[in-house]
């Protein structure tokens, strides 16, 4: 004799279905579509990326405690970027993955401070305790970055240039892969180095 299957048995094979059908999320790659996401700022104001879609977006992960991401802001050369590409219309968004009770978590108060103290100059900064939107683009590393043109693709992602290191190092004669994107950009070239391996302090998810 055979045994029915019970309501739950149902429920689970019916839920098992529905994860199987449901498509992978795709891992973020230089040319597609960059993942979409909602986030509120340090000012409480709420951020979509597709409502910045037809403008040039650039995505930071950020984490002050971290001594390659110091190393940038104490030399003044994130800031030197994010004033360049800002006063062109380019959108800066500095976002803090960084959980609760880890290095690099602040509060929205903290963050205003510390913008204001290291003088940065990004048009918002997303706090992210969660990590949902750090995870939804694999954001492994502080400082880790991501260029998105107007179309909603992503042009380049990576570290911020090539001088991996937090002793002996000058980010302002580095390689900065950002800047060249962005000049490639504004003269109608693809981006020469579209992908590099980021480098820096693991993003702090909880």
């Known amino acids: 004799m055979t045994a029915k299957p019970t309501v739950a048995g149902?429920?689970?094979?019916?839920?098992?279905?529905?994860?199987?059908?449901?498509?992978?999320?795709?891992?973020?790659?230089?040319?597609?579509?960059?993942?979409?996401?909602?986030?509120?700022?340090?000012?409480?104001?709420?951020?979509t990326l597709s409502d910045y879609r037809g403008k040039t977006v650039?995505?930071?992960?950020?984490?002050?405690?971290?001594?390659?991401?110091?190393?940038?802001?104490?030399?003044?050369?994130?800031?030197?970027?994010q004033q360049e590409t800002t006063a062109d219309g380019i959108v800066w968004l500095s976002i803090i993955s960084s959980a609760p009770g880890l290095q690099g978590y602040v509060t929205a108060g903290e963050a205003n401070e510390l913008t204001t103290s290291r003088s940065a100059a990004p048009s918002a900064v997303i706090l992210d305790p969660e990590g949902t939107i750090g995870r939804l683009y694999d954001a492994s590393t502080t400082p880790e970055m991501f260029v998105i043109v107007p179309?909603?693709?992503?042009?380049?992602?990576?570290?911020?240039?090539?001088?991996?290191?937090?002793?002996?190092?000058?980010?302002?004669?580095?390689?900065?892969y950002v800047r060249l994107a962005m000049a490639d950009l504004a003269a109608g070239k693809p981006v020469s180095t579209p992908k590099t391996r980021p480098y820096g302090c693991s993003v702090k998810y909880r």
């Open 10 to 47: 149902l429920t689970g094979i019916a839920m098992l279905a529905l994860v199987l059908a449901a498509p992978a999320a795709a891992d973020p790659a230089v040319g597609k579509p960059a993942p979409d996401f909602t986030g509120t700022d340090s000012m409480g104001k709420t951020h």
């Open 58 to 81: 650039v995505l930071e992960w950020t984490n002050h405690e971290c001594p390659y991401t110091a190393k940038h802001y104490k030399a003044g050369s994130m800031q030197a970027l």
């Open 151 to 176: 179309d909603g693709t992503i042009a380049y992602m990576g570290a911020i240039d090539d001088e991996p290191s937090t002793w002996g190092a000058d980010p302002l004669k580095a390689k900065n």
